[in-house]
């Protein structure tokens, strides 16, 4: 009989990594531990060049807005998750096959393919204590763990392997059998069997997946909350927007009907980072270490942060990849502790001339010490609207610094280090802007169609959106109809002076196809591009416009 090849192999890879994932999912919602198809594929994001992750995000963004799924950041990461599921699952069918292929002369496959097992467990715990904080204040169990999970991945390949070549006893009796019509011994039998025992094998690991991953899903996330909720003082009831008026409250113009919030509610506030899964602090034990060129070592705790006198701003952060009119923007209530304040207690020498902040991720940007002296905006946030920032939002602690993007603004940061010069940051050794300075941007939230204002002689659409120029302000806000003139828009007073403007244009009703197009001109004067640019290196730049059919009787 043929002695099973890659493709047997490359089956047994997938019959058996499939369920040592659900395994590993359901290990790392009950426990804690690392979930390693997650880790790998972070790592991978670390490792690869830029240009090539870059692209891959590049292409999952373009392809979820033009397929229209929902949310960016939401959607992405869901995308990225199942991406690097499925990566976890290749990677076990050509080990799989490799190790088939590889032992085809052997009678038992079982000790090489421990030692596979025994290598992959290593590299997969290097991989996750790469990026893994978790894992690195925890390497001997989390070892023991991704070794132990990989060398049983090993043993049940080895052993499928085996049951497909050494003969079960129906296939010794068919062995035994007189000779077929052509003289030869029968092996129908054998393949019978064979068949037989790989889809009982593949029901049974079937049943492991489907059990493992569901109960893994239905776990609460309760260790994880309780973490980022321990050592958060003096939480009040909800956040901070529920129990105090907006600033510009009862100002006008009101937000044209259909117009985003102008206060994003936290748990809507875009994210994007290099994680699948956002790194998991214990509050009762994360400390700020500061060194460098300090005259001592520092350790501060949230308390110690806390205990400063509080900064309160309302901020508009965009994502440089952000689309023109995309979603990965967003607006809340920052408190924490400017740096301007906190800098003469951190004892840094006269030779510090930047700081570079680091997450436990091991994300990392330059901030130029000048600049934290000529804006005290500058600050080191751990609430958001009132409650300790979110843990998928940067908990227990993440920079603010004004009129750069979201791509220089480490979160989940546990070191500050005091530097003679600048470097390049994580994304900027990624091929990305080295200021990233935010670009004017105007944006069409809604044409109210179905909202119209009847007058005496004339009927009104209410036109709005948002426009935002970063730490610059919007100075106005214009609308050109089709080829007609451009004409000023109202614009609402910004909750602060690092926020989107909200405007609104009351446009008088015309029947036909239309086409609208917005743009604006910034705090400085300086009026937003026009040219369109994609996102890369810069941030995008362009004037968006909306088509509108009016049909006369919508008219009242």
Request: hydrophobic share 45%; aromatic share 8%.
């Amino acid at each position: 009989m043929k002695r099973p090849g890659f493709l047997y192999g490359a089956f047994a890879g997938l019959l058996v990594t499939a369920p040592m994932a659900a395994l590993a999912f359901l290990a790392q919602r009950a426990f804690g531990a690392p979930f390693l198809p997650f880790d790998l594929f972070d790592w991978l994001a670390r490792t690869l060049p830029g240009p090539v992750v870059t692209f891959g995000i590049d292409a999952t963004v373009d392809t979820i807005r033009a397929l229209n799924l929902g949310d960016v950041s939401e959607v992405a990461k869901t995308a990225e998750q199942a991406l690097a599921v499925g990566l976890f699952l290749l990677a076990g069918v050509i080990v799989g096959a490799a190790l088939f292929a590889g032992t085809r002369g052997r009678r038992s496959a079982v000790p090489a393919a421990l030692v596979v097992g025994a290598l992959l467990g290593v590299l997969a715990f290097l991989a996750s204590f790469a990026v893994d904080a978790a894992t690195r204040d925890r390497p001997v169990p989390y070892l023991s763990w991704a070794v132990g999970a990989h060398l049983l991945w090993g043993l049940a390949v080895g052993w499928i392997r085996d049951r497909l070549v050494v003969p079960s006893r129906a296939e010794q009796r068919s062995a035994e059998a007189p000779p077929n019509a052509a003289g030869r011994p029968d092996a129908t039998a054998r393949r019978v069997d064979r068949r037989r025992f790989l889809v009982r094998v593949g029901g049974a690991t079937a049943l492991i997946t489907v059990v493992g991953a569901g109960v893994g899903a239905l776990l609460r996330s309760d260790v994880r909350s309780a973490r980022t909720e321990a050592g958060a003082s003096g939480v009040p009831d909800g956040p901070w927007s529920s129990r105090n008026p907006l600033p510009n409250a009862g100002a006008t113009p009101e937000p044209a009907p259909g117009t985003r919030p102008e206060l994003t509610p936290v748990d809507e506030h875009y994210r994007i980072d290099i994680n699948l899964r956002p790194p998991t602090v214990d509050a009762g034990t994360w400390q700020l270490n500061v060194g460098g060129l300090v005259d001592r070592t520092r350790q501060l705790t949230l308390d110690d942060l806390r205990a400063y006198p509080a900064l309160d701003q309302f901020v508009t952060l965009s994502c440089i990849s952000n689309r023109l009119g995309g979603d990965l923007i967003s607006t809340t209530r920052w408190t924490g502790v400017s740096l301007q304040r906190l800098l003469p207690d951190l004892g840094l020498s006269d030779e510090a001339t930047h700081l570079r902040i680091a997450s436990v991720d091991g994300f990392f940007e330059i901030v130029a010490i000048e600049t934290i002296l000529a804006d005290e905006r500058v600050m080191l946030a751990y609430d958001w609207d009132g409650l300790p920032l979110p843990e998928p939002n940067g908990f227990p602690l993440r920079v603010y610094v004004p009129d750069v993007y979201g791509m220089k603004q480490p979160k989940w940061i546990d070191s500050i280090e005091a530097i003679d010069g600048w470097e390049e940051g994580y994304w900027v050794q990624r091929g990305w802007d080295a200021e990233a300075r935010m670009r004017a941007t105007s944006v069409i939230d809604t044409v109210a169609t179905d909202m119209m204002i009847d007058e005496t002689e004339r009927t009104l659409i209410p036109v709005g959106g948002i426009a935002h120029a970063g730490a610059r302000g919007i100075d106005r806000v214009e609308l050109r109809v089709d080829d007609g003139e451009w004409r000023e828009a109202e614009l609402r007073p910004a909750l602060s002076g690092t926020t989107w403007a909200i405007w609104r244009y009351d446009w008088p009703f015309e029947p036909g196809e239309h086409t609208l197009t917005v743009r604006c001109v910034d705090g400085s004067g300086e009026p937003q591009i026009a040219e369109r640019n994609p996102v890369r290196p810069s941030g995008a730049t362009g004037l968006l416009s909306e088509e509108v059919m009016l049909a006369a009787e919508e008219a009242g």
